[in-house]
């Protein structure tokens, strides 16, 4: 019982720990840095380093809901993450990156599944490379590195990956990707006015909690085996024959044991007999 209650205690620390705050961003009118600023994002310059150096990188431990065009918002817990500009002029967002590779944001293989479906579903993407990745997932095996589902045709364009983080008991974490670049975009014929998704709230969160509630982890209890005995005894009559049964058996092996005793001293007493028969037998012969 001590066992099971400091489980849970740590559970729950481990949940306050991992998300201590959370961010609101409204690209919901434009992709402009100033969402940050207004959300009270504080950003954090990344070591300029190649393609890095017009990156910033967000707070972790944090949960971030995410205001997109058409009424669409996306909710993520994550441990870290990164806003990409253009240029370093650009006052304009273009890429968004949240991770969730810290153990206290690992799924298991079927609460992983789940939010996948419902992505999949949500944006009418094909499943069978869904299945096809995560078939030795289920199975216990590392299979590929990562997969990613990306919802085309949308705008901004919305990814979703997941990788494998060589945990055995939860071996999926999660990463995000909201994709602004709105001249690219453009060239393949997306933008706001063609999103075919409106009104929508991809909470992953909730879809994790949701997945846990119906599956709960299985907590095993070790019971010491004297009790484990007598409660087994009280309930199953086989059980109790066996228990009340049990010093009869031992008697008899000690019977067993003292038998060959009784029979040595038996011989002993034989032997003796006919040694003192025989010295009499001398005698006599000799008297004669």
């Given at each position: 019982m001590c066992r099971f209650t400091f489980i849970l205690i740590l559970a729950f620390v481990v949940q306050l720990a991992a998300v201590e705050q959370?961010?609101?961003?409204?690209?919901?009118?434009?992709?402009?840095?100033?969402?940050?600023?207004?959300?009270?994002?504080?950003?954090?310059?990344?070591?300029?380093?190649?393609?890095?150096?017009?990156?910033?990188?967000?707070?972790?431990d944090a949960r971030y809901i995410i205001k997109l065009p058409s009424s669409n918002q996306v909710v993520f817990e994550s441990h870290m993450g990164s806003i990409r500009r253009a240029n370093e002029s650009a006052q304009l967002a273009s890429r968004l990156v949240l991770y969730g590779n810290e153990p206290p944001y690992h799924l298991t293989a079927s609460e992983a599944l789940e939010v996948f479906e419902q992505f999949h579903d949500t944006f009418n993407i094909p499943k069978e490379p869904l299945y096809k990745w995560f078939d030795p997932v289920t199975r216990g095996q590392s299979g590929?590195?990562?997969?990613?589902?990306?919802?085309?045709?949308?705008?901004?364009?919305?990814?979703?990956?997941?990788?494998n983080s060589f945990f055995s008991e939860k071996p999926v974490f999660l990463v995000l990707y909201v994709d602004f670049d709105e001249k690219t975009l453009r060239k393949r014929g997306v933008s706001a006015e063609t999103n075919q998704v409106h009104d929508l709230t991809f909470d992953i969160p909730a879809i994790i909690e949701s997945v846990r509630?119906?599956?709960?982890?299985a907590v095993i209890e070790e019971t010491p085996v004297e009790e484990s005995k007598a409660s087994a005894s009280a309930t199953d009559p086989l059980m109790e024959e066996q228990v009340v049964k049990e010093?009869?058996?031992?008697?008899?092996?000690?019977?067993a044991e003292e038998e060959p005793k009784e029979s040595t001293n038996w011989l002993l007493w034989l032997i003796g007999a006919l040694v003192v028969l025989g010295s009499l037998v001398l005698v006599v012969r000799r008297k004669n």
């Open positions: 959370t961010y609101v961003l409204d690209f919901s009118d434009n992709f402009g840095m100033s969402a940050f600023e207004e959300g009270g994002v504080p950003l954090r310059q990344l070591p300029s380093i190649s393609q890095e150096s017009y990156s910033k990188e967000l707070p972790g590929r590195s990562y997969y990613q589902a990306i919802a085309k045709g949308n705008y901004p364009e919305i990814a979703l990956e997941a990788a509630s119906k599956h709960p982890p010093p009869d058996a031992v008697a008899a092996v000690e019977l």
